[in-house]
Nanobody
C-alpha cells in the first residue's frame, strides 16, 4: 500500500509564500511523474505543476514565474514552493504520483491553502 502525506498548507496573506511537501511511502518503485493539482469550490481539479523523474517541469500558465516544483528522488518527496500568492490561489492542493513504470497512480489527501487580502 502506498501513502502520500502532504504538509505545508495554511493561511497566508496575498503576496506571501508557502511551501508544500508530499512524501510517498510504502511499496513504491519507479516513480515517474510527480505533480500538484488544486481544486477550489465549484471548479474542476486542475494541474498546477508536474515534474518527471529526469527533472522536466510543466506549469499552469497562472502560476508560471511564481511557483516552483522540485523533487527529492531519494526521499520520494515532491515540493511546491509558492511565492507571490494571490487570492485566486486559494484551493485544496493535492499531490499526485504515477509510479510502477507508469502502471499505477496515487493521490494525497489534500492540504488547504488560503490566501487572504
Amino acid at each position: 500500500q502506498v501513502q502520500l502525506v502532504e504538509s505545508g498548507g495554511g493561511l497566508v496573506q496575498a503576496g506571501g509564500s508557502l511551501r508544500l511537501s508530499c512524501a510517498a511511502s510504502g511499496s513504491i518503485f519507479s516513480i515517474n511523474h510527480m505533480g500538484w493539482y488544486r481544486q477550489s469550490p465549484g471548479k474542476q481539479r486542475e494541474l498546477v505543476a508536474d515534474i518527471t523523474s529526469s527533472g522536466s517541469t510543466n506549469y499552469a500558465d497562472s502560476v508560471k514565474g511564481r511557483f516552483t516544483i522540485s523533487r527529492d528522488n531519494a526521499k520520494n518527496t515532491v515540493y511546491l514552493q509558492m511565492n507571490s500568492l494571490k487570492l485566486e490561489d486559494t484551493a485544496v492542493y493535492y499531490c499526485h504520483i504515477i509510479w510502477g513504470f507508469g502502471s499505477r497512480q496515487g493521490w494525497g489527501q489534500g492540504t488547504q491553502v488560503t490566501v487572504s487580502s
